[in-house]
C-alpha cells in the first residue's frame, strides 16, 4: 500500500515514515500543507495521515480536499487534541479515522492496515492463484506447498499482481503502489524485482511479460 504522512514535527514524521517502511508500506512524506495538497493530486495513495494543525494549508482543509478528490484516499487525522468533540468534529469533516497524540506505534500501524482495506476493493486475507497461496495477514507466500520467502518489494509486487479483479498490471502502477517518491521512475527496480521474484517463485513460470502493458499471473501450463 502507499502512504501519505503529513506532519509538521519532522522528527514525528520520519519516524512514522521509518516505521511504517518497516512493515513493507512504501511511504511519502511531507512537513507541511500545501505540499501535501500538491502530492495528495498528483498521487492516488491508500492512506494519508494528516496532522490536524499544518502549516499553510491546515489538516481539516486537506480533509476536505481528499473528500471531495476523485480519489478513495482514506484520511487518518492526528492531533493533540482528541477530546470528544474534536473527534467528532474531525470525523465531520471527513476523516475516517482520529488518533490523537501521544500514541502506540502498533495502534497507528493497525489503523492504517484497516483503513487501506477500506480504501480497496474487498480482498479475501488469503490469495489463491496458479498454485501459489498469498496470505496477507502473515506477509507469508506458498508455491504448491513449499514456503517461499520473500522480500517486502518482492511480497507487495505479488500481491499487486494477485490482488481481486487484477489483469494486466503496469510497471507504472507497481512504481506507485509498492515504492514511494523517492524511486526514480526510469529506474529497471520493477524488472530487476520481477526477474527475483520469478526465481523464487520457481518453475514452471507464472508471472507472463505482456511488452508495453505489463505483467500477469497465469495459470501455468
Known sequence: MRVLVVEDERMLADAIAKGLRAEGMAVDVCYDGDAARLRLAAYDYDVAILDRDLPRVG???LTRKVVAGPHATRVLMLTVSSGIDDRVNGLALGADDYL???????????????LARRAAPAAPPVLERAGITL?????????????????KKEFGVLAE?????????????????????????ATNVVRVTMMTLRRKLGDPPVIETLPGSGYVVREAP
Not at 161 to 185: F, Y
Open 59 to 61: 489538516g481539516d482543509e
Open 100 to 114: 490523537g497524540k501521544p500514541f502506540a506505534f502498533a495502534e497507528l500501524v493497525a489503523r492504517v492496515r484497516a
Open 135 to 151: 496470505d496477507t495477514a502473515r506477509r507469508q507466500v506458498f508455491r504448491g506447498g513449499r514456503y517461499v520467502p520473500l522480500s
Open 161 to 185: 499482481l494477485m490482488r481481486p479483479g487484477a489483469a494486466v498490471v503496469s510497471s507504472e502502477r507497481l512504481l506507485e503502489k509498492v515504492w514511494d517518491e523517492h524511486i526514480d521512475p
